[in-house]
């Protein structure tokens, strides 16, 4: 079936710094989606990606498709305290397959 | 627009006993979902409704499993009997299946401990 690697798996950064999390397909993609989960919290979807090379922007929030549709990633420029929380890539493998996340801890 | 409702947040069973978890959708949305999320993983489908239809439950246990959305509104998720295994946050989503609506809308969640 269609994998999604997402890496790395767990990030500490000091408040300000960038952070950057991949993921990354066997198969070319349709189209893939990001979400957000706050520690305790459930997640909370951010944005879904179609076009090969799609690059969108929210606020300090990057995202980019790859030109091949196999991979993607999110950029958070100059992190702060209220980016803690674990990301997830979501793609379609029949239904939404979840990535494994990426775990971001921002030290004050 | 309210969110999607589950209850209860939190539930603490024995192995072997049997427990059940309620979810509302957000109105007018016609899909929903069941996703079961053990603590360190993503979320894993569990079964999708499609209004009361089943639409895909080939990751659903169902032997133990089972699901039902019977007017096409609210849905119940139940397990028995339960495995420690079954520790885990079930995350209801849903959606209005229509063409360019993308994201899942999730509930906060049941997390449940099998002791």
């Known amino acids: 079936g269609q994998q999604v690697m997402q890496i790395p798996q767990y990030q500490h950064v000091q408040e300000g710094e960038d952070f950057t999390t991949y993921c990354n397909s066997s198969?070319?993609?349709?189209?893939i989606q990001w979400y957000k989960q706050r520690p305790g919290g459930h997640p909370v979807f951010l944005i879904q990606?179609?076009?090969?090379?799609e690059v969108k922007k929210q606020k300090r929030l990057t995202f980019q498709f790859g030109e091949a549709k196999k991979n993607s990633s999110l950029h958070i420029t100059a992190t702060q305290t209220t980016d803690v929380g674990t990301y997830f890539c979501a793609v379609p493998r029949g239904q939404l397959t979840f990535g494994s996340g990426t775990q971001l801890t921002v030290l004050p | 627009e309210a969110g999607v409702a589950q209850s209860p947040r939190y539930k603490i069973i024995e192995k072997r006993q049997s427990v059940a978890f309620w979810c509302n959708p957000i109105s007018g949305h016609a899909t929903l979902y069941w996703y079961q999320q053990i603590l360190g993983q993503g979320p894993k489908l569990l079964i999708q409704f499609q209004n009361n239809g089943v639409v895909d439950d080939s990751q659903l246990p169902k032997d133990r499993f089972s699901a039902e959305r019977l007017k096409g509104v609210d849905s119940t998720l139940k397990i028995q009997p339960a495995k420690l295994e079954d520790s885990a946050v079930y995350l209801c989503?849903?959606?209005?299946?229509?063409?360019?609506?993308?994201?899942?809308?999730f509930g906060s969640g049941t997390r449940l401990t099998v002791v």
């Open positions: 198969t070319t993609l349709s189209n």
């Open positions: 990606l179609v076009k090969s090379g």
């Open positions: 989503a849903s959606r209005t299946g229509t063409v360019g609506d993308y994201g899942y809308t």
